[in-house]
């Protein structure tokens, strides 16, 4: 492998990549000799991942405009490869390849809060999305079940809220992911172009944070981090200040460890009835104009936002965010994630707000079962192989709103999933569907489905365990 100095790193990431299933790097002159080349000419308005692969008799070549180009290049060859190998053959078929995605945000996100997933599971699930040209990594970092990072003027975060007392092991079981550890994840995820966006969950799904400092709850306690899953009452109080402080805290420490300019900041399932009845929250209303309960969230979302902008950097919230009061609304730059199905996504892009897709109505759920059975692992719903590939993130979109989709994202909640092995099981092969709907469009179900054969073979190849019933 070889070329013109630019792109060191995805090579280097490809060299291993490629050894580890029998391909080893050749030199100049020899059959499979890999060249990394900048785009000749101007890449126009190409994205950053454009790239082509032309593989002739002689040599592979590689020309991108930046290093994601260069390194989806390298994936399609390694997807080559991996069929090569699956068949049991060293040799792959002459291709002439010019690429670029559909959409920009091609996502998955894993809830490390139900359950604590190691960092070696992480990397490796990180390591096989960007096979699939996956671009963003969602990290589920916090809910009422734990709290995963460690936030330095707040240590009982993770001292008391990264563990639950399971009654029926009969011991805590939890964890979290120090700094170090943080930062290798994301840098391993740098180098394969995938971005790390981080979710800490507020004012609701908070469990964690108030058995910590349950003065930030509106009745004190006593709380803990919660071994049931649900929707709880108990949230941040919307009049306490000191909320506020914590937040500063994790979003400076956001800001250092995660280059991205997005911070998932939660806002789903916020149960409102300890705000209607708490005497600081009353206040709150009273202060700011409101009139219910409710409305405080819209508040809060308007203060979380502008305490992220201030530090460079852009919220995401969960369709809820939507119902915000009409004095104090939804601000401009709240990317808005829909998934209580399309219609939060819609509205989104009317109001202006950029939007990432990922209905529960349309696949998008990976706790859901694959199919009907009892046999299948899985809760709440059915989120199918065949409706994740027919996924349009622009379905009963119109005109520039489209424009305003980032993309669409899969996610798995953790509840039932006790078990890196079984992660594997509830994402493949549905993530593979996702992502081509997502890179290229739909060619339609049947020349997938012809397709999916050569995906199991390769998910096989590297091991993981994978989903086989009907589609
Ligand atoms: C969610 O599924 N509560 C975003
Ligand atoms: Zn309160």
């Not at 009422?144 to 009654?167: C, M, N, V």
Request: aromatic share 10%; with cysteine; net charge negative.
């Amino acid at each position: 492998m070889g070329g013109d100095g630019v792109f060191k790193a995805e090579m280097d990431a490809a060299r291993s990549q490629f050894s580890s299933i029998g391909f080893p790097d050749s030199g100049p002159g020899t059959p499979g000799w890999i060249r990394c080349l900048s785009l000749d000419g101007p890449a126009g308005d190409k994205t950053d991942e454009y790239y082509r692969l032309s593989v002739g008799t002689g040599e592979i070549t590689i020309k991108a405009a930046g290093g994601a180009g260069m390194y989806h290049g390298l994936q399609t060859l390694r997807q080559l490869f991996l069929s090569a190998a699956a068949n049991g053959k060293q040799c792959i078929p002459c291709v002439e390849i010019e690429d670029w995605p559909r959409f920009p945000w091609r996502g998955l996100m894993l809830d490390c809060s139900r359950y604590f997933y190691s960092v070696p599971f992480i990397k490796k699930l990180i390591d096989v999305l960007s096979l699939h040209h996956i671009s963003v990594f969602h990290w589920h970092l916090t809910d009422d079940q734990g709290w995963r990072l460690p936030i330095p003027a707040y240590p009982l975060l993770t001292e008391i809220g990264s563990r639950r007392f399971d009654k029926r092991r009969g011991r805590y079981l939890g964890g979290f992911y120090s700094h170090d550890e943080i930062r290798e994840v994301v840098s391993f995820a740098g180098v394969r172009h995938v971005e790390v966006v981080p979710e800490i969950d507020l004012p609701g799904h908070a469990g964690s944070i108030l058995a910590a400092y349950p003065g930030l709850g509106c009745t004190g306690g006593p709380y803990r981090v919660e071994d049931r899953f649900g929707i709880f009452e108990d949230v941040l109080c919307a009049g306490n200040d000191s909320i506020f402080d914590l937040a500063a805290a994790v979003f400076d420490t956001l800001g250092e460890l995660f280059p991205s300019k997005y911070v998932h900041i939660g806002g789903d399932e916020v149960r409102f009835k300890r705000w209607e009845e708490c005497p600081k929250c009353q206040n709150r209303l009273h202060e700011t104009g409101l009139n219910e309960g409710r409305e405080l969230q819209s508040w809060i979302t308007v203060k979380l936002a502008g305490m992220l902008k201030e530090r460079g950097k852009t919220a995401i919230g969960w369709d809820e965010v939507l119902e915000d009061s009409p004095r104090y609304g939804l601000p401009e730059n709240v990317a808005v994630m829909s998934w209580r199905g399309v219609k939060g996504g819609i509205e989104a892009v009317r109001r202006g707000r950029q939007v990432i897709m990922s209905p529960n109505s349309s696949g998008c759920y990976l706790d859901y079962k694959h199919h009907d059975d009892l046999e299948e692992p899985g809760q709440l719903g059915i989120s199918r192989i065949s409706q994740l590939y027919a996924l349009d993130p622009l379905a009963g979109m119109e005109g520039n709103a489209r424009s305003l989709v980032l993309g669409a994202q899969a996610n798995l909640w953790s509840e039932l999933i006790y078990a890196g092995k079984i992660a594997e099981y509830m994402i493949f092969p549905r993530i593979c569907a996702l992502a081509e709907a997502l890179w290229s469009g739909n060619a339609g179900p049947d020349d997938f489905l012809e397709r999916l054969t050569g995906h199991r073979r390769r998910l096989d190849l590297l091991g993981l365990l994978q989903y086989r019933g009907e589609p």
